[in-house]
């Protein structure tokens, strides 16, 4: 397989201009968002596309500017490759917020029926938002690569190598094929065993291009802060929550 497929079309670290939030039209359109422009503007559409939703005490990441649900507490900074994410946890109906976290004005959210279709639907634009930026690790891991080598050999051309981004590849287009398969008699539903196979598939191509970095991304630099952005995405909204707090197990977005 070529790694010439795998590179961007341009440098995901230079294409960062304005985002329209508005201009775009369906969660499919995050995936390019967040390769292109990364997790803030992709989070940033994503919250002009749907309501902010989460499940009463489930997290949510959010860019600094996006209004969190109403009754969240703020318990956390995230920093990732482009910008500072707040994780914000939502409350749970009658619980006070914890000693030292801030609040923002409104009654905490019923896990009601509206509530938990808002949140499915969130989740997914999530996952859209991940696998944009598993491509967007991708090319940047096969970008340090070509200026590499081993033995005479161009580091991104070695076999092993190859065998991982291949598989990372087709990992990506296993997850637009799962987020983008209508179940019968729904619009576009996506049943929580399919958003949880996303999450997995997603989560094992990340870790495996992370590891393409070597030790350069283990420390505090660019590769890190976005490989750790998904991973950490992928805890907060990576799987629709089943059981009696977060819904049955034939939940869908």
Not at 103 to 109: A, M, W
Not at 196 to 203: G, H, I, K, N, Q
Request: hydrophobic share 45%; glycine share 10%; charged share 20%.
């Amino acid at each position: 397989m070529s790694t010439d497929v795998l590179a961007a079309r341009t440098d995901p670290r230079t294409s960062r201009g304005p985002v329209d939030p508005d201009a775009v039209a369906s969660p499919a359109e995050l995936r390019d968002v967040a390769r292109e422009h990364g997790v803030v503007a992709a989070l940033t559409a994503l919250a002009a596309l749907h309501p902010v939703a989460a499940l009463p005490g489930e997290c949510v990441l959010l860019p600094d500017d996006v209004p969190p649900p109403a009754g969240a507490a703020r318990v956390g900074v995230v920093a990732s490759d482009d910008g500072a994410l707040v994780v914000w946890r939502a409350a749970r109906p009658g619980a006070a917020a914890a000693d030292g976290a801030s609040t923002v004005d409104g009654e905490p959210p019923a896990a009601d029926d509206a509530v938990r279709v808002a949140d499915a639907a969130w989740r997914v634009g999530v996952a859209w938002v991940r696998t944009g930026l598993c491509e967007r690790l991708t090319e940047q891991a096969v970008e340090r690569l070509r200026g590499r080598s081993v033995g005479g050999t161009t580091t991104v051309n070695l076999a092993p190598v190859r065998l991982v981004l291949a598989d990372a590849a087709l990992a990506h287009l296993e997850a637009q094929s799962l987020l983008g398969r209508p179940a019968a008699g729904r619009a576009a539903p996506v049943p929580a065993a399919t958003l949880a196979r996303v999450t997995a598939v997603l989560d094992r191509s990340s870790r495996a291009v992370h590891n393409l970095f070597g030790a350069s991304g283990y420390v505090d630099g660019e590769a890190a802060r976005l490989a750790r952005t998904i991973d950490l995405l992928g805890h907060a909204s990576g799987t629709l929550p089943t059981g009696p707090a977060g819904g049955r197990e034939e939940q869908h977005a």
